[in-house]
């Protein structure tokens, strides 16, 4: 089975999140997208993280009614901080029979040479890439590469910041959010 592994922090899950891994489940050769939720971003405060297991239960919440999407945890059970090199080579040999690409924004594509070990993910894995309006340039040798698919997935400007700003405002944002996950957030106090 070929799996798209949509890494983030999930906090909180948007529809956003949803079109674009619903996107790719549907209109690429991926037969699943599985959401990893990253217990800590190298790149982002852990301060501003909802705890792990909150995080996980609004990304089961948001993908229950869709067959392809499913949520991981599997960043839980290895050391902080996650480097993606280290969870795509764990998660490889606990699932062998699964071949595993990457599903990034290409915002994270233009960074991409920053990753730790970024040349023994090209070797392994294919990565998918979803537009995004961002600055700067993608390095030239990623042109064309490849391993690396741009699918034209629907341009998605929505942010988790954004939404947790907005409910610690009092402003209404439920349409931005599956309604589970709203739900959730609304009787969890979350973000505000």
Known sequence: ?????????????????????NYMAEHSDLDQVWFVVTPHNPFKKKASLLDNYERLEMVHLATKDYDKLRPSDIEFKLP?????????????EKYPANTFSLIM???????????????VILENHHIYVYPRISSGQ???????????????????????TYIRKAIKNRTNIKPMLPKHVWEYIDKMGFYS
Request: proline share 4%.
């Open 105 to 119: 924004g290409e915002d994270n594509l233009k960074g991409f040479h920053k990753w730790k070990n970024h040349e």
């Open 80 to 92: 902080q901080p996650n480097y993606t090199v280290n969870t795509l080579a764990y998660i490889q």
């Open 138 to 160: 993608i390095e030239t040798r990623f042109n064309g590469h490849a391993k690396i698919h741009n699918i034209d997935a629907p341009i998605m400007e929505l942010s988790s």
């Open 1 to 21: 089975m070929k799996v798209g592994l949509y890494f983030g922090s999930f906090n909180p899950i948007h529809i956003g999140h949803l079109v674009i891994a």
